[in-house]
């Protein structure tokens, strides 16, 4: 293959062309969701880095798997839809 210059570049994801950190999208997604929030939520959205697989998967148990199984079986209980 050869470089061609007439072909347009819409979206480029090349590491030494535009660089950002996990850290820097991490606190844009922050800001984005302080300024628009998501409607109709149970928890507010939030969270923190984790490099640990360990506690990355202990939160996601605490935090996602074992509230939605309390909050489906409420539901269930009550006679509602789950999700």
């Known amino acids: 293959l050869e470089p ?3 072909i347009p570049v ?3 994801c ?7 950190s996990v ?3 991490f606190n844009i997604g922050h800001k984005i969701i302080a300024t628009y929030p998501l ?4 928890m507010i ?6 490099y640990s697989k360990f ?8 935090l996602h798997v074992l509230p939605a199984l309390l909050i489906d079986s409420l539901l ?6 789950t999700m």
Do not use: R
């Open 23 to 25: 850290d820097e999208i």
């Open 55 to 62: 506690i990355h998967f202990t939160k996601v148990l605490l």
């Open 76 to 81: 269930w209980l009550c006679g509602k839809k």
């Open 4 to 6: 061609l210059d007439d």
């Open 45 to 50: 959205a939030g969270g923190s880095i984790s």
């Open 14 to 20: 090349a590491s030494s062309l535009n660089q950002i």
């Open 10 to 12: 819409y979206h480029c």
């Open 39 to 42: 409607d109709g939520t149970i």
